[in-house]
T-cell receptor, first 115, second 109 residues
Framework: DAGVTQSPTHLIKTRGQQVTLRCSPK?????VSWYQQALGQGPQFIFQ???????QRGNFPDRFSGHQFPNYSSELNVNALLLGDSALYLC??????????????FGDGTRLSIL | GQNIDQPTEMTATEGAIVQINCTYQ??????LFWYQQHAGEAPTFLSY??LDGLEEKGRFSSFLSRSKGYSYLLLKELQMKDSASYLC??????????WGAGTKLIIKP
């Protein structure tokens, strides 16, 4: 039973560039959430996708966008990269019909470094 | 605004007990989660509380007081592998998780 997988594991970009991160949810899950985790901080919610649509969004600028595909996998796109975008980007999956006490399952993340 | 507070770092001895506190102020409350995160790894689920009281799960227990906006995670019989960051997260009125910055727990022999 495959868990949440993310790619790539590490990425180095320069300011102004664009990046795409990918996530495959745990088998059987249909909802994907993306988080940004700066060093020494807790995760910050970026947005959540369900049925190929953005269902909720955190306090992130429009430079951050996403997509969910029919197979429930998801992409996070960040345009016009800033130094402050350097962080660990975590993807978490869940099942929409689950009760609230069911935890999200996290991937190991993509470490993005902006030079 | 929404706020989750936890101590930045704690140190404990192998075999001992440690309590990690979390206080929160959020717009709505739909449960509180504790996650463990080893350096460079994904957060893994430890516990969930939505009603007041203590939930016990092996060496780990979690307590919640909704009236006080307070929770703690209790770790017993500490092992070296328990060295990690412990994250407190609250599900708000939209079921969106609001996270604390995490408590780095250092276990000494």
């Amino acid at each position: 039973d495959a868990g949440v997988t993310q790619s790539p594991t590490h990425l180095i970009k320069t300011r102004g560039q664009q990046v795409t991160l990918r996530c495959s949810p745990k088998s059987g899950h249909d909802t994907v959430s993306w988080y940004q985790q700066a060093l020494g901080q807790g995760p910050q919610f970026i947005f959540q996708y369900y049925e190929e649509e953005e269902r909720q969004r955190g306090n992130f600028p429009d430079r951050f966008s996403g997509h969910q595909f029919p197979n429930y996998s998801s992409e996070l796109n960040v345009n016009a990269l800033l130094l402050g975008d350097s962080a660990l980007y975590l993807c978490a999956s869940s099942l929409a019909g689950d009760s609230p006490n069911q935890p999200q399952h996290f991937g190991d993340g993509t470490r993005l470094s902006i030079l | 605004g929404q706020n989750i507070d936890q101590p930045t770092e704690m140190t404990a001895t192998e075999g001992a007990i440690v309590q990690i506190n979390c206080t929160y102020q959020t717009s709505g409350f739909n449960g509180l989660f504790w996650y463990q995160q080893h350096a460079g790894e994904a957060p893994t689920f430890l516990s969930y509380n939505v009603l007041d009281g203590l939930e016990e799960k092996g060496r780990f227990s979690s307590f919640l007081s909704r009236s006080k906006g307070y929770s703690y995670l209790l770790l017993k019989e500490l092992q070296m592998k328990d060295s990690a960051s412990y994250l407190c997260a609250v599900a708000d009125s939209n079921y969106q998780l609001i996270w604390g910055a995490g408590t780095k727990l250092i276990i000494k022999p």
